[in-house]
C-alpha cells in the first residue's frame, strides 16, 4: 500500500533556531502533498498545500516565512519552520494521495516539535 | 464553504458491542467524498472506511459500515463488535471532487473502548 515517511518523529530546539521536518512518498509518486498542524486533543489544521515544482498554497492566517515548504521532487516534501518560538511547538503531519480521490490520502507518522 | 461537524467529542462503548460516531456536513455540491480516519494513541492517521457522494449504497469495511443519508448530509460511521484496538480518535472528513484537492477535517470523537 502507499507509505509516507515523514522524519524527525520528534525533535527539540532552541528558541530562534529553525527545524526542517521530512515527508516522503515511498513507493509512489505526489504532486500534492499537504501539512497540518494538531494541537492537542483538536483537529487537524491544514497549513498549506505542497506542489511539486510549483510555490507552496498556504490557508489563511499561515505565515509564508514562518513555515517555508519545498516540495522538490515527485517524492519528497520539506516544511521548515524558521526562527522557532515556543509557540510554534505542536505536532505536524503531512500527507499524500496516490491516484484517485476516492482513496483518499495517506498520512505520515507525524512530528512532535518542542521549542524550548 | 465546507463545514464538517461532529457533535460528539467523546463516546464510549463496551466491548464486543456496537457504537455510532455522528458525522454531518455542509456543501453545495453534489459531487465528493466522505472518509472516516482513526488516530489512535500513535497519532498515526488511519483511513478507516470511504464513500462516494454519487453512490447510494452505504460502504462497509468489516466490522465498520457508514449510514450515509446525502439529503440529510449525514455520515455516521457505526462500529460493530467493539474491540479495544478500536480506541482512538475518529475524524470524519470532506473532500470535493472538483477545484480544491484538500481534506476538510471536523473537530473529532473521542472513542473508549472499555472491557
Known amino acids: 500500500g502507499a507509505v509516507v515517511s515523514q522524519h524527525p518523529s520528534r525533535v527539540i530546539c532552541k528558541s530562534g533556531t529553525s527545524v526542517k521536518i521530512e515527508c516522503r512518498s515511498l513507493d509512489f509518486q505526489a504532486t500534492t502533498m499537504f501539512w497540518y498542524r494538531q494541537f492537542p486533543k483538536q483537529s487537524l489544521m491544514l497549513m498549506a498545500t505542497s506542489n511539486e515544482g510549483s510555490k507552496a498554497t498556504y490557508e489563511q492566517g499561515v505565515e509564508k516565512d514562518k513555515f517555508l515548504i519545498n516540495h522538490a521532487s515527485l517524492t519528497l516534501s520539506t516544511l521548515t519552520v524558521t526562527s522557532a518560538h515556543p509557540e510554534d511547538s505542536s505536532f505536524y503531519i503531512c500527507?499524500?494521495?496516490?491516484?484517485?480521490?476516492?482513496?483518499?490520502?495517506?498520512f505520515g507518522s507525524g512530528t512532535r516539535l518542542t521549542v524550548v | 464553504a465546507q463545514t464538517v461537524t461532529q457533535s460528539q467529542p467523546e463516546m464510549s462503548v463496551q466491548e464486543a458491542e456496537t457504537v455510532t460516531l455522528s458525522c454531518t456536513y455542509d456543501?453545495?455540491?453534489?459531487?465528493?467524498?466522505l472518509f472516516w480516519y482513526k488516530q489512535p494513541p500513535s497519532r498515526q492517521m488511519i483511513l478507516v472506511i470511504r464513500?462516494?457522494?454519487?453512490?447510494?449504497q452505504n460502504a462497509t469495511e468489516n466490522r465498520f459500515s457508514v449510514n450515509f443519508q446525502k439529503a440529510a448530509k449525514s455520515f455516521s460511521l457505526k462500529i460493530s463488535d467493539s474491540q479495544l484496538g478500536d480506541a482512538a480518535m475518529y475524524f470524519c472528513?470532506?473532500?470535493?471532487?472538483?477545484?480544491?484537492?484538500?481534506?476538510?477535517f471536523g473537530t473529532g470523537t473521542r472513542l473508549q473502548v472499555f472491557p
Open positions: 472528513a470532506y473532500r470535493s471532487s472538483r477545484g480544491t484537492d484538500k481534506l476538510i
Open positions: 464513500q462516494e457522494a454519487y453512490k447510494q
Open positions: 456543501t453545495s455540491e453534489s459531487d465528493y467524498y
Open positions: 500527507s499524500a494521495r496516490r491516484g484517485a480521490a476516492y482513496y483518499g490520502y495517506t
